[in-house]
């Protein structure tokens, strides 16, 4: 232990040169701590330790975060009105210099919210060494952080109310097409292809409603709560929560800097709804091979192959599948980072951006990649409605049919529809257009009449159970649907 540390000791004297080489910005950086710094970080310290080549992304949320924070400084007269609106002013200025792209971005200044410090000094001087007043960076960054967040939910949201309009319009359109209804990919029973959509528009709005959901347990602002236990300076909480469109302060200023459930909603939120979109584009991928040839992808969507020349290659559907696991594995990254950590911050934290970052990117890519690919898609009624009847998909009808018309216990009925079935797959026809003779050989109730209710078409216009396939089951469930959107607030 003790050579160790003697080893360490020296490795530290040895390192004069890079004390010499220390930059004016490290100089910088070191004098943001104050005097006990006798040396600026190690080089690979500043890779480790800098989040600025991420964290950047955050800089809009920064500035209105720091100009809420000194209108209130100046309002409860803790910093001078002059001060302020140098702030204010300098503020400004470094925003259109980001925007223009003229700002310089330096690792050695570590953070967002460094960088932007520093830079307002540089321009104003003293008023600006006046901003970090009763702050911390500790709720600085939860603050930026969650603005950052909350944005993304509003883009979330507006993106799956787009999605869940396309799903609704194509669904309206295809109300009575007849497809198979499948379990364990095989055909099981005729439904309507306007059905099995709209089962995507209810998890869709489902998803929607988490998103809204985790915006209104987000809403509380940490700013504040300085670096973990709140502040002696006489500082107006509610002031700062509702000039950054909070609800309200973050009751305790220890969560207010240690939570990232914000962050870890946003991510289930995303991860569950890129299942959705996966589902959703694993069924487009099948249903557009010649096999199914249920709908044909729009060209703009789809790739050739480099020597086959019949391809037409899914490969956006293939990526909208694909991507999700990047939204799966950040959402499991940013619990397993948060799982050990005491209160309030630490370092490790600061991981809590590049996942966030790429998961929000990524969900939005997916969430507007699909709603283009559904609306631009071919699909093929005909190809669908052959593809219902094989498999002799309303076997379950004639069994229906015989309890319901002819009394027979259900078990019974399942018996001689399973004959049916075998009498029609030894004379390769469909069960409606089995004889008349032959039913009746098979069970002596089976007659005539049964046939008309074997068409595909008749099976679905039967199921007329509350949530059921029928064609105007499903135009109500699309108008339920789209009153029950228009209810919701605007955006909300
Ligand atoms: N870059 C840091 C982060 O993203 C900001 C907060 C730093 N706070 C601190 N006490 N070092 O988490």
Partial sequence: MCRIAGNLQKHFEADEDRKRDMTEQRKAARDLWGGHFATGPAPLMEQINASIGFDKRLWPHDIVGSKAHATMLAGQGIISEADRDAILEGLDEIAREIEAGSFTFDPALEDIHLNIESRLTEKIGEPGRRLHTARSRNDQVATDFKLFVRASIDRAIDLLEHLTDTILDIADQHA???MPGFTHLQAAQPVTFGHHLMAYAEMVVRDRSRFADARLRLNECPLGAAALAGTSFPIDRH???????FDRPAANSIDAVSDRDFALDYLASAAITAVHLSRLAEELVLWSTPQFGFVTMAEDFTSGSSIMPQKRNPDAAELVRGKSGRV???????????KGLPLAYSKDMQEDKEGVFDAVDTLELCLRATTAMLASMRVDPARM???????????????DWLVRVKG???????GIAARAVKAAEERACDLHELDEA???????????????????????????SHGGTSPERVREAITAMRERLAALEPGR
């Fill in 385 to 399: 409605r052959a593809a219902a009847g094989v498999g002799f998909t309303t076997a379950t009808d004639l069994a």
């Fill in 239 to 245: 002031a700062t929560a509702s000039a950054l469109g």
């Fill in 438 to 464: 032959v039913l009746q050989a098979i069970d002596p109730r089976l007659d005539g009449a049964v046939r008309r209710l074997l068409r595909v078409e008749a099976s679905v216009a039967s199921r007329t």
């Fill in 328 to 338: 799966l594995g950040h959402s499991q990254a940013l619990l397993v980072t948060m």
């Fill in 176 to 178: 009575a097409t007849v």
């Fill in 408 to 414: 027979a216990p259900f078990r019974d009925a399942h």
